[in-house]
T-cell receptor, first 115, second 113 residues
Framework: AQTVTQSQPEMSVQEAETVTLSCTYD???????LFWYKQPPSRQMILVIR??????QNATENRFSVNFQKAAKSFSLKISDSQLGDAAMYFC????????????FGQGTTLQVKP | DTAVSQTPKYLVTQMGNDKSIKCEQN?????MYWYKQDSKKFLKIMFS???????INETVPNRFSPKSPDKAHLNLHINSLELGDSAVYFC????????????FGPGTRLLVL
């Protein structure tokens, strides 16, 4: 069975600085997708970024980028120029390439942004 | 222009009651999901429907019964509510295909007293 692990329950970053959130996963599949979701205090789950396993190039969305290391089964999220609005809980998620569709989530990392 | 909506947003009820949560999506997606987020913020899939057909049914008590009247709606009915059912329930939807990126509703916070 696939598992996703986020080993950092809490992280903090100074406004305008860069922070990296860690995520590792375990799978025997070769075809899968990885996602980072953000959950602010409003509780809404917001997609931040996504990565296809077969793509070697790391995904980037504005200030958000990932470091995808397939052999190491690592999928970290880097937030550059952190803003106060980035404060939230961040979830790493795995989806199999088969058609089951379910997301398997990590435990989440709470990010605090200090002004 | 809410993409995935849920009603109600908050639900407070007594143990033993029966309650329903409704979900609607206007994204034209063919797959819908229910996730449960517990008090420790852990998110886990409960059910998934594709074109009104149940395709994922995780180990959920049979007091929970999903119903999908059409592709745009997925409701969750819970019988004989227990204290441990208190959680936030998220509905999500996606379109079959390569990404199948899931878009989430705002969540329904259920508190069982």
């Amino acid at each position: 069975a696939q598992t996703v692990t986020q080993s950092q329950p809490e992280m903090s970053v100074q406004e305008a600085e860069t922070v990296t959130l860690s995520c590792t996963y375990d799978t025997s599949e070769s075809d899968y997708y990885l996602f980072w979701y953000k959950q602010p205090p409003s509780r809404q789950m917001i997609l931040v970024i996504r990565q296809e396993a077969y793509k070697q190039q790391n995904a980037t969305e504005n200030r958000f980028s990932v470091n995808f290391q397939k052999a190491a089964k690592s999928f970290s999220l880097k937030i550059s120029d952190s803003q106060l609005g980035d404060a939230a809980m961040y979830f790493c998620a795995y989806r199999s390439g088969s058609n089951t569709g379910k997301l398997i989530f990590g435990q989440g990392t709470t990010l605090q942004v200090k002004p | 222009d809410t993409a995935v909506s849920q009603t109600p947003k908050y639900l407070v009820t007594q143990m033993g009651n029966d309650k329903s949560i409704k979900c609607e999506q206007n994204l034209g997606h063919d797959t819908m999901y229910w996730y449960k987020q517990d008090s420790k913020k852990f998110l886990k899939i409960m059910f998934s429907y594709n074109n009104k057909e149940l395709i994922i049914n995780e180990t959920v008590p049979n007091r929970f019964s999903p119903k999908s009247p059409d592709k745009a709606h997925l409701n969750l009915h819970i019988n004989s509510l227990e204290l441990g059912d208190s959680a936030v329930y998220f509905c999500a939807s996606s379109q079959s295909g390569d990404w199948e990126t899931q878009y989430f509703g705002p969540g329904t916070r259920l508190l069982v007293l």
